[in-house]
């Protein structure tokens, strides 16, 4: 797998290329002033700062924190449902189950069928006339649903005509709470017991939901005891002195020491309250005692949420495994301060935060921080201050600690990625148009100069470059999963076995190349020749990052192909890969690695790591697109050895008639003459490509009438004769090309049809239900239109 070296900024490679664009607009201008192309020259350079506009927002919204919101595919839409924080079900129309996600099990001990569900009658019928409501208006609420004595609010949504979307609202605090519940009515509870700790969850309203075998044993005489549900307030009674006794006890027992242990937010969460014994000669001391203060720490150590606490100079005073692992910390070499913990940026705010509530500041507070460890993502959480717990002062917890939070986070990610990919594909789009007009008039003005000419290579310059640019769309494309794809279906190794040769010239002599393959390996679907770019692009990724380790070179790539099982699969327990049959494919190498905070930029557009001038931002990017719209997945990682890796799961194609992919033959050779005749209807809303077919096709024999629209298209089929060939593009305003066409096969059912498009054609031929229909992919030149007009024609 290929490595990135570690040394420039995501944004260096973007100021390069936008000068690059900026340049070869303003060089084209200056020479088609200098033939009088006055018009064309200013359409050139506002072409240009359009581009450059368009890319530059790509990089603004790259840098921004959050991902912008996107129409999400449904693996996400199914990643966000196992990470919400609501339990969500599914029904149908009959009033079955569809699917629920985890939270919901939780929350109900199984997977009942909603309204069905294990709550009082009133609830269940209040439920079952919401989804009556649901079905009716499209959507129903409910508040104050009481599930297992908390209160919890249901949205019911219609989604289309067969299914209802069940979420239950406030469900964290219950997942979180049972978790608690069961720790003190269990074995942990007695062991705080043992420990002198007698605990107790009550519930908003003050009721006894759980409390320990010791605390039933001081407050009810009895362990075993039944308190559910009981007013705790009533156990207790307070003296003169302001002490705090059990009622039972009566004002001479023992005094107690009430801490109440906030573990979950809002006014409607539980309280967990821990009791201790005041010891002899300490009864009317403010601040409890060392023996009581070590047995709340050894309460704090049993929650599973993120807990420390601070004392009044800032200095940790303890903190629980729970937010050891979710702050990284080195247990041999803890910090001393909650500063040390965060990057610079934010180690002010914390410690103002941790010194106000120090100083006996009321409430709470919740803030986002960054962890030196992983300085990309953002923790939140909460900071209190804490009275009667001895030497500790404040209180803080962290929230999303957990792998809901990691899942919370991919999720993120891979919503954001989207959403730049949506965008990287617009930018194409709009700036083939732009390419198209470039490379048609080059092409014109080529057929008025002669290689001689002085500005013939000018001229040349002009359209080398335009192409140039014309491969930054299509690796854009590529990573939007836009591309126009050829899949076959193939073996793995055929495909590295056609492109090892290549590879040992592309690495040099000083870097040896290893290939591996697996046994039994399903045949994939996806396209030859997007996976060699795939592999050429790992391969050199992980050349430079060993040149990076070592100026003289050296090191080995290795390639390796094994068959994944669903089985297997299953057994990583990843979240991010469905379980099914795979051909993985593994590219490693020896190099300097991948540092921990860049994995999860990588497959970013224009991120890179590489010098200036020496890497578009691009590669990776294009890799994950043709991975993703080939329907695989791919992985980053370290590998413990030194190096890194890059894995990707190919399903396994198992459609019976599917045939393993020959090699090609050879094609035919198509005439070179492109003259023709006919009337040609050319409908393209983009002014510059409209005139440029025009031209091109007029050049060639055709008569050609032109539309900006696929609504002035049909009125002006109405006024002439039937064409010969209708070439549109796919994308205009008012009406798109596609349901022009199928107004169009209406009066005439046998006429050809062209479609030209800056997006993928496989995405295209989705939305097309037509027959004899060609595609010709944006930028064209003169030369490609001709020969697909040509071509077009001769079906007919």
């Not at 603004?60 to 966000?80: F, K, N, T």
């Not at 494919?585 to 991948?594: E, F, K």
């Not at 799961?649 to 005439?671: D, F, G, N, Q, S």
Request: net charge negative.
């Amino acid at each position: 797998m290929a490595t990135i070296p570690a040394s420039s900024s995501a944004s260096r490679p973007m100021m390069p290329l936008l000068a690059a664009i900026l340049a070869g607009f303003a060089a084209a201008a200056v020479v088609l002033l200098s033939l009088n192309e006055r018009a064309i020259a200013i359409g050139f350079v506002a072409a240009g700062i359009l581009a450059a506009g368009a890319i530059f927002a790509a990089r603004r919204l790259l840098q921004q924190d959050e991902a912008p919101e996107a129409v999400i595919d449904w693996s996400v839409a199914q990643a966000l449902a196992a990470a919400s924080d609501d339990a969500l079900a599914v029904t149908d129309r009959a009033g079955r189950l569809v699917c629920a996600n985890d939270r919901y099990e939780i929350l109900f001990a199984g997977f009942p069928t909603p309204p069905g569900l294990p709550v009082n009658d009133a609830a269940n019928q209040r439920l079952t006339e919401a989804g009556h409501t649901a079905w009716r208006d499209g959507e129903a609420r409910l508040e104050g649903i009481d599930v297992f004595g908390a209160p919890v609010a249901a949205r019911i949504a219609r989604v289309g005509d067969e299914t209802l979307v069940w979420r239950f609202i406030g469900v964290q605090a219950l997942d979180l709470a049972a978790q608690v519940e069961a720790l003190i009515a269990g074995h942990t509870g007695d062991r705080m017991g043992g420990a002198g700790i007698m605990t107790v969850m009550v519930s908003p309203e003050g009721r006894i939901r759980s409390a320990n075998r010791v605390f039933r044993a001081r407050a009810m005489g009895n362990s075993e005891a039944n308190v559910e549900g009981r007013d705790f307030a009533r156990l207790l009674v307070t003296d003169t002195n302001g002490l705090v006794h059990f009622e039972r006890e009566g004002l001479t027992g023992t005094p107690l020491r009430v801490l109440q242990i906030p573990f979950l937010d809002g006014e409607d969460a539980p309280m967990l309250v821990a009791l201790l014994d005041e010891e002899p000669g300490h009864a009317v001391t403010p601040a409890i005692g060392a023996s009581a203060s070590a047995h709340v720490r050894s309460l704090i150590a049993l929650l599973p949420s993120g807990i420390a606490l601070v004392d009044r100079d800032g200095r940790f005073v303890s903190m629980n495994d729970a937010f050891v692992r979710a702050a990284r910390i080195n247990a041999a070499a803890p910090p001393l301060y909650p500063g040390d913990l965060v990057v610079r940026e934010d180690k002010g705010a914390l410690a103002d935060a941790v010194r106000k509530f120090g100083s006996g500041a009321p409430q709470s507070v919740e803030m986002t921080v960054r962890f030196t460890d992983a300085p990309d993502e953002g923790v939140a959480i909460k900071i209190a201050g804490a009275r009667g717990l001895g030497d500790a002062a404040v209180l803080i917890s962290l929230k999303d600690s957990g792998e809901e939070g990691k899942l919370k986070r991919q999720v993120a990610q891979a919503t954001k990625m989207q959403a730049v990919g949506q965008l990287a594909g617009g930018v194409a789009h709009d700036f083939n148009n732009i390419l198209t007009a470039i490379i048609g008039h080059c092409d014109l003005m080529m057929l008025r100069h002669s290689p001689g000419d002085s500005d013939y290579d000018d001229i040349q310059q002009i359209r080398a470059n335009s192409n140039r640019a014309a491969s930054l769309t299509r690796q854009l494309l590529a990573f939007s999963r836009q591309q126009t794809l050829r899949p076959q279906v193939l073996q793995l190794p055929d495909v590295i076995s056609e492109v090892s040769n290549l590879l040992k010239r592309l690495l040099g002599e000083t870097v040896r190349l290893e290939v591996n393959h697996g046994r039994n390996l399903g045949p994939v679907r996806a396209d030859p020749g997007q996976l060699e770019q795939v592999i050429v692009n790992l391969a050199v990724n992980a050349r430079d990052a060993m040149l990076s380790k070592s100026p003289n070179g050296g090191g080995t790539v290795t390639i390796e192909t094994a068959g994944v099982t669903a089985a297997q699969v299953r057994q990583m327990d990843d979240d991010i890969l469905p379980v099914g049959d795979y051909t993985a494919l593994r590219i490693a190498d020896t190099g300097t690695g991948i540092p921990p905070e860049l994995l999860g930029k990588i497959f970013e557009p224009f991120f890179t790591t590489k010098e200036v001038g020496k890497g578009t931002g691009l590669g990776l990017s294009t890799v994950y697109g043709i991975v993703k719209q080939s329907g695989g997945y791919i992985f980053a990682d370290n590998i413990p050895e030194g190096g890194a890796e890059f894995v990707i799961y190919l399903p396994v194609h198992t459609a019976p008639e599917a045939t393993v992919a020959k090699a090609p033959l050879p094609a035919k050779e198509k005439p070179a003459d492109t003259w023709g005749s006919g009337t040609v209807l050319v409908v393209e809303d983009e002014d510059m490509v409209r005139a440029i077919a025009e031209r091109a096709l007029s050049r060639q024999g055709y008569t050609v009438i032109t539309a900006e629209n696929g609504e002035v298209a049909l009125e002006l089929l109405e006024t002439v004769e039937k064409p010969d060939l209708l070439v549109s593009d796919v994308v205009m305003p008012l009406m798109d090309g596609p349901t022009m066409a199928r107004h169009v096969r209406a009066k005439y059912p046998d006429l050809p049809i062209l479609f030209m498009s800056g997006y993928a054609e496989e995405q295209l031929r989705k939305s097309i239900d037509l027959d004899n229909v060609a595609f010709l992919p944006k930028p064209f030149s003169v030369q490609q239109l001709a020969e697909a007009t040509r071509d077009a024609l001769a079906t007919k």
